[in-house]
């Protein structure tokens, strides 16, 4: 038996870009925007304390600082949604995401110990779940991808264990 372990040329591996993403529903992004109003509608508290200090230059640059990261805060909701989204090959599924720091991550289905679904209570609310895939690899090869409608993480969970029960 002779070993062999031919090169393969860059170019003729296959391109993700041509696999088919599917992208995440509005109601996604809408839960995310509520998260950052909570969040800032909270963090508001401190620029109110400030008006009891009498210092009205601080208070005033309280308010346009948390303007201004809130605004940056639903502009970055606003550009990375559509850079979300998920695609199935035959052999993996892959997620992207990512509007500044853009992140790609494939996870064959033979790597794949199990999967779960979560749901917290907005996730609920707007019919969301979470689908998280658990790899061999640990907690740096793991992959979650947030914001599918629930029925398709259902969808999506049953698929992956009929495809890594058929690898086995």
Known sequence: MTFENNPIAPEELPEIQDAVFHDHPVRFRKKKLIIRLIVFVILLAGPVALIFTGNMLVVILSFV???LLFSFS????FKEFPKRAYALREKDI??????????VTSVPFNRIQHSE???????????????NLYTAGGSGSDLTIP??????AVRLREYVARKTAADE
Request: hydrophobic share 45%; aromatic share 16%; proline share 5%.
């Open 65 to 67: 600082a948390w303007t």
């Open 94 to 103: 892959t997620y992207r995401k990512g509007w500044i720091f853009h992140s």
């Open 117 to 131: 679904i979560d749901q917290g209570p907005l996730d609920r609310a707007f019919s969301l779940a979470s689908l």
């Open 147 to 152: 914001g599918l409608p629930y029925e398709e």
């Open 74 to 77: 639903v502009l970055i909701v």
